[in-house]
């Protein structure tokens, strides 16, 4: 069975940068689409970003285009949330989400694999 675990969060300032690692474990992370998806606090879940199996394409929410690059490490099945220029309005609890037949977007259903999420604060 599938597991995915993320790392990486804290509190910062704005204007600062983080970087959220999810690790799959339970199958062959070449196997799966990865993707970031948030909830900031009394709003429903957001799309963030979205990566291909190959890597070569990536998708991003207009919020946060510009200002953070997902990726993945095939060798450590890591796939990597790099989020500069943060501001408050990123502040949310960050999940990972892995889908063997589609890359999760924004108006995807059916994505079943999910982290336990990752805790992000940023400060005013």
Same mark, same amino acid.
């Given at each position: #069975?599938v597991? @995915? *675990?993320?790392?990486g969060?804290?509190? *910062?300032q704005?204007?600062?940068? @983080?970087r959220l690692?999810c690790v799959l474990?339970?199958d062959?992370?070449g /196997?799966?689409?990865m993707?970031?998806?948030?909830?900031a606090?009394g %709003?429903?879940?957001?799309?963030v970003a979205? &990566?291909s199996?190959g890597?070569? /394409?990536k998708?991003y929410s207009?919020s946060?285009k510009?200002r953070?690059? &997902?990726s993945r490490? /095939?060798y450590?099945?890591?796939?990597p @949330? #790099?989020?500069n $220029? @943060?501001s =408050?309005?990123?502040?949310g609890?960050?999940y990972?989400a892995a889908?063997?037949?589609q890359v999760?977007? =924004?108006?995807?259903?059916?994505?079943? $694999?999910?982290g %336990?999420?990752?805790?992000?604060?940023?400060?005013?």
């Amino acid at each position: #069975q599938v597991q @995915l *675990v993320e790392f990486g969060g804290g509190l *910062v300032q704005a204007g600062d940068s @983080l970087r959220l690692s999810c690790v799959l474990s339970g199958d062959l992370f070449g /196997n799966y689409a990865m993707a970031w998806y948030r909830t900031a606090p009394g %709003k429903d879940r957001e799309f963030v970003a979205s &990566i291909s199996w190959g890597g070569r /394409n990536k998708y991003y929410s207009d919020s946060v285009k510009g200002r953070f690059t &997902i990726s993945r490490e /095939n060798y450590n099945a890591t796939a990597p @949330l #790099q989020m500069n $220029n @943060l501001s =408050p309005e990123d502040t949310g609890v960050y999940y990972c989400a892995a889908d063997r037949h589609q890359v999760p977007g =924004p108006g995807t259903t059916g994505t079943d $694999n999910w982290g %336990k999420g990752s805790l992000v604060i940023v400060s005013s």
